[in-house]
């Protein structure tokens, strides 16, 4: 198995010792969408998951209009109807953790980067990569196709609980439903070919000299998350095969009347669930400290702790799922466990976030748009983290399970994932993806106008669930007791923040694709990291280091070392003398 | 203090006692959360301010952690967590187990109303009506989707699973009307969702019973002098029915073979069709029968039953049904026809 590894990385190692990109001239489909080159692997999944993000955003814009101005013509989607507004929350949530916080923060950023930061010219597997691409994209299209059928999109909410999901007489979208379902599982199936290749791909190619300790942080997270997804998948996936045969074939898995349990799908669902929350939480974890030691020009406080605490967090994720079931009349014993595992897993959490503080402390920080992003995701983030202590306690739960709070809690930990520390690598990588530089000062306009009205969005809908409002409520003039005075006012502003929120996307989107272009030539090493990535030309042709693979001589972290007159030591450079 | 801290932190009004615990361990948590979040904040921001780079090149000072710091970091978390794990848990273990004088009430979701029944009745839709200050127990299923027994100004929450009973508890603190929401995204219409509690003092809500027993339909029935047959249980309306209709012409009620079989241990019997078919005689089955006699004809008799469809209404069906139901299987009485 490692042979043929390494054997495979060999062959194509020499294919580039030739002037990259010479030895053969792709045509436009076979560059752009039959490549194995992990780069371009990571645009393809990058660019598929911001489409993804417009129709996630799109939707959401759709169905808060609608619970701030109920009944009204929406401009761009028309009237909402009550099946509608169901299909756009259940797409809104299935698009955005499925289609834009999996795919860019594991399969965009673990293709592009692993190679890079390890010192190799690819994954080992690349064609294993291109397959696992195309899945992906097959099961986006049937997402996206489960729009045009009969009944249109699903609409039994993307925790898709039976018996609403088996019975079409229930959900009402009997085609869209069972659409739903095989783009879930074929989804999965992309990202298990894609994990298998990352952590083949660390254990195997690593740059002479790497030792595991020497490995950047965010391929740490990168690996850990995707074997935290191997391992927790297949339950849901086994779930999803018994909810297609419940749909279509009138099997009885989850349908009580034969013999079944809807609580089994709970179960099945929360346990791939709950992990999934840390398996994108990794990397953008790992994100936030390659830019902030970076921008504090400091070695991590602890990185060997963040490491640990990271496995850690990583383990206790299996047992944590049954939290989401505390009023589903689970045996108080059985809560008692899991209300105990969820307030523990919150400390090698905060303590990931002490170590990133620490980081800070004596540093020599610079301004720039991806340490803002980094930084705030660090504020955001914890404020996601602590409100779920709220619903941890398992007698507070009881009160706030379903309302608004427990989604203002999981937004104010999903956005920060998948968004600010997305943004942050982003803007932190885009030199070297593209070897042009993003306009600093759009990038500062794009953050503030994204950070500010993200907090004016869930802050009113905190104190909205604090309040009582539950979920998924389509108009809420149909309760008196929740339109009292102060409370449309609410949520007609945590809409109006979420306009201004999207309409701040187009000032990234301009930056991203001007400058893609057109900005500034961009060095190799613009920020002065150490990773070595920036030992790669930007952007880095086929082969990646065209001057031969790297040597690795030290930690990545080695910033502001005593002995040395600059302030930042390349993982690659030899030691003087040596 | 607690009022005004309820209003602070924008709880819904509080009727219950369990409403009293959670908002208690809402409030030592939110205080300390985000005390501690805005120190962490603040601390960040310090050193965001205090460290931004002066000069290009400047370096920074190394600095190791001493262990007891990472130690105090795990620590002072983990021991305050566990400290409202244990709140938490203790209340929801109270929470869980509900007294044993509590009322008892079943609440059933259905698409999309609340139907709540006492076990002596009367019964209601979307109106639950309870008496102040003594605990109330609700059981809780559905008849369809998963939905979500909520009172928020009780604090209390179960799901509604279909194929299985939860159970919630409470003790109103005032009275009043309160609403019932449905938690659970339950389909179509869940935001056409929506109960009533109504908090009564006990006395009232002991009348109130009383008198909605009294006045409800089998109450009225039993009541009424002239309508005497209905005062009878449906067995013996159904055994009237089968004199008035005749059915003893071809079916014994002792276990004797007739023209048709005997009702004696048939409900429930396994039956051999003409077909060659075995079916189960259950209500399904004795009704259809009776309705299209034909269809599924039991082997060995050759007379042909005529249809009672039109004949018999849905209640006089039923009645029959149960009669049939209640001739369980006995040994025939010897030389017994009728």
């Known amino acids: 198995m490692s042979s043929t590894a390494h054997g495979h990385a060999a062959s194509v190692g020499n294919g580039h010792d030739a002037p990259a990109g010479h030895h053969h001239n792709p045509g436009f489909i076979e560059k752009y969408l039959w490549s194995t080159d992990h780069k371009m692997i990571g645009f393809q999944y990058l660019f598929t998951g911001m489409a993804m993000a417009l129709i996630g955003g799109f939707t959401v814009y759709a169905f808060r209009m609608q619970i701030a101005f109920p009944g009204m013509s929406i401009p761009g989607y028309g009237r909402v109807t009550a099946g509608d507004y169901n299909a756009l929350v259940t797409t809104h949530g299935t698009v955005m953790i499925f289609w834009v916080a999996m795919p860019v923060l594991i399969a965009a950023l673990g293709n592009y980067l692993i190679p890079l930061m390890i010192g190799c010219d690819d994954m080992v597997f690349p064609r294993l990569n291109r397959l696992s691409y195309q899945i992906f994209l097959v099961s986006a299209l049937v997402l996206i196709s489960s729009f045009f059928v009969e009944g249109g999109a699903f609409g039994g909410a993307w925790t898709s609980y039976p018996p609403l999901s088996s019975k079409s007489q229930y959900n009402l979208t009997g085609v869209g439903s069972t659409l739903w379902v095989v783009a879930v599982a074929l989804e999965f199936v992309a990202f298990l070919l894609g994990g298998i290749n990352f952590v083949t791909t660390v254990m195997n190619s690593r740059a002479p000299g790497m030792k595991l300790w020497d490995v950047p942080i965010v391929v740490w997270m990168i690996v850990l998350a995707s074997i935290l997804f191997m391992a927790s998948v297949g339950p849901l996936v086994a779930g999803a095969v018994m909810l297609i045969f419940d749909q279509n074939f009138h099997t009885g898995f989850f349908d009580p009347v034969k013999g079944g349990d809807p609580v089994l799908w709970q179960h099945l669902f929360w346990f791939f669930g709950h992990p999934e929350v840390y398996v994108v939480l990794l990397p953008a974890m790992g994100i936030v400290a390659e830019v902030i030691t970076v921008f504090s020009r400091k070695r991590l406080f602890a990185q060997r702790t963040v490491i640990m605490t990271a496995i850690a967090v990583g383990i206790i994720s299996f047992f944590v799922w049954a939290h989401h079931q505390f009023v589903a009349g689970i045996d108080p014993r059985m809560a008692n466990v899991f209300s105990v595992t969820t307030l523990i897993i919150s400390i090698p959490v905060a303590e990931m976030v002490f170590v990133y503080i620490g980081t800070l402390y004596g540093g020599s920080i610079r301004l720039t748009t991806p340490m803002l992003w980094a930084l705030a995701f660090i ?49 932190h990588w885009f030199p070297k993806m593209f070897g042009r530089t993003l306009n600093e000062t759009f990038g500062k306009v794009h953050f503030w106008g994204t950070v500010i009205p993200f907090n004016c969005i869930f802050i009113p809908l905190f104190v909205l669930g604090v309040r009582g409002d539950h979920r998924r409520i389509y108009d809420y003039r149909h309760f008196p007791d ?23 996307q187009v000032v990234f989107l301009v930056n991203f694709f001007y400058s893609m272009f057109k900005g500034p030539k961009a060095p190799a090493n613009p920020w002065h990291a150490n990773t070595l990535e920036w030992a790669a030309p930007s952007p880095p042709p086929h082969g990646n280091f065209p001057e031969g693979l790297p040597t690795v001589y030290r930690g990545p972290y080695e910033y502001s070392h005593p002995d040395r007159k600059e302030d930042y030591w390349p993982q690659h450079i030899a030691p003087e003398g040596a | 203090m607690t009022q005004w801290l309820r209003e602070l932190l924008f709880l819904p009004e509080r009727a219950s006692t369990f409403a009293d615990r959670v908002d208690a361990l809402h409030y030592q948590v939110f205080l300390t959360t985000m005390g501690v979040w805005a120190v962490i904040t603040l601390v960040m921001g310090y050193f965001f301010v205090r460290f931004r780079r002066k000069r290009v090149e400047q370096s920074t000072e190394p600095f190791h952690p001493p262990l007891s710091m990472e130690v105090f970091f795990v620590a002072v978390p983990l021991v305050v967590f566990l400290g409202w794990f244990t709140i938490g848990f203790r209340d929801f273990t109270w929470y869980r187990n509900p007294p044993p004088d509590a009322i008892d009430v079943y609440a059933t979701g259905k698409k999309w109303m609340w139907k709540f029944t006492y076990p002596e009745g009367p019964n209601a839709i979307d109106t639950l009506h309870v008496p102040v200050g003594r605990p109330v127990r609700v059981l809780i299923t559905s008849r369809d989707v998963i939905h979500s027994f909520f009172v928020p100004a009780f604090r209390v929450k179960q799901d509604a699973i279909p194929g299985r009973y939860t159970e919630t508890w409470f003790i109103a603190t005032r009275t009043g009307v309160f609403d019932v929401f449905c938690a659970e995204y339950c389909g179509l219409s869940h ?43 449906l067995v013996t309306q159904g055994e009237r029915l089968a004199l008035e209709k ?64 039109g004949l018999l209404t849905n209640a006089e069906a039923a009645a029959l049904v149960e009669y049939i139901k209640s001739l369980k299987g006995e040994e025939p009485a010897p030389g017994a026809m009728r």
Not at chain 1, 482 to 504: E, I, K, N, P
Request: charged share 20%.
């Open chain 2, 191 to 233: 935001s056409r969702m929506l109960g009533k509690v109504v908090v009564m003092p006990v006395e009232e809500f002991e009348d109130w019973r009383a008198a909605e027993r009294e006045q409800s339909f089998a109450a009225r029935l039993d009541a009424d002098p002239t309508r005497d047959e209905a005062r009878a249980t």
């Open chain 1, 482 to 504: 929740s339109m009292q005075a102060g409370m449309q006012d609410l949520r007609v502003f945590a809409t109006l923040s979420l306009v201004v929120l999207l309409a701040f």
């Open chain 2, 246 to 309: 005749g059915c003893g012409r071809c079916h014994t009620v002792d276990g004797t073979p007739h023209l048709g079989p005997t009702w004696r241990g048939l409900y429930r019997s396994m039956q051999t069709l003409t077909t060659g078919e075995n079916v189960v005689a259950d209500e399904a089955y004795l009704t259809r029968s009776m309705m299209n006699p034909g269809a599924q004809k039991v082997a060995g008799y050759f007379t042909d039953m005529p249809s009672y469809f």
């Open chain 1, 379 to 427: 504020a955001e983030f914890l404020l996601g983290g602590v409100t779920g202590i709220f619903l941890g306690a398992s007698g507070a739960d009881i009160y706030f399970h379903d309302t608004y709070f427990v989604l203002a809690h999981f937004h104010y930990t999903f956005f920060p994932i998948a968004f600010i520390a997305v943004f942050a690598a982003i803007t």
